[in-house]
Nanobody, 125 residues
Framework: VQLQASGGGLVQAGGSLRLSCAAS????????MGWFRQAPGKEREFVAS????????EYADSVKGRFTISRDNAKNTVYLQMNSLKPEDTAVYYC???????????????????WGQGTQVTVSS
């Protein structure tokens, strides 16, 4: 599978953005998906994950209640709806995929086998 992230941009604090990650290939439904982010001078960190069926999600504490991950397997796309954005959400956001037979989510960077190119999100104060 190959991944293409999009939807980043510049938004004021309190605003919203929706990121999309389009996957190529016919086996998208066999992958758990995740979003990570990397701010300048910081390590890449976990944001959210969704299992292959879309019924189980997991979030970093810093985004719980503000971000929502979802997927449309018919469209081979995973989304990250980001609301109530804060300046500290500024980062390059990456989508990632991991093949799985089970229904779990994954929160560690090293568990993912395929990465998209990243999309910049900038939140101004």
């Amino acid at each position: 599978v190959q991944l293409q992230a999009s939807g980043g941009g510049l938004v004021q604090a309190g605003g919203s953005l929706r990121l999309s990650c389009a996957a190529s290939g016919r086996t998208f439904g066999s992958y758990a998906m995740g979003w990570f982010r990397q701010a300048p001078g910081k390590e890449r960190e976990f944001v959210a994950s969704i299992n292959r069926g879309g019924g189980i999600t997991e979030y970093a504490d810093s985004v719980k209640g503000r971000f929502t991950i979802s997927r449309d397997n018919a469209k081979n796309t995973v989304y990250l709806q980001m609301n109530s954005l804060k300046p500290e959400d500024t980062a390059v956001y990456y989508c990632a995929a991991v093949p799985t037979y089970g229904g779990r989510t994954f929160s560690r960077e090293g568990q993912y086998t395929t990465w998209g190119q990243g999309t910049q999100v900038t939140v101004s104060s």
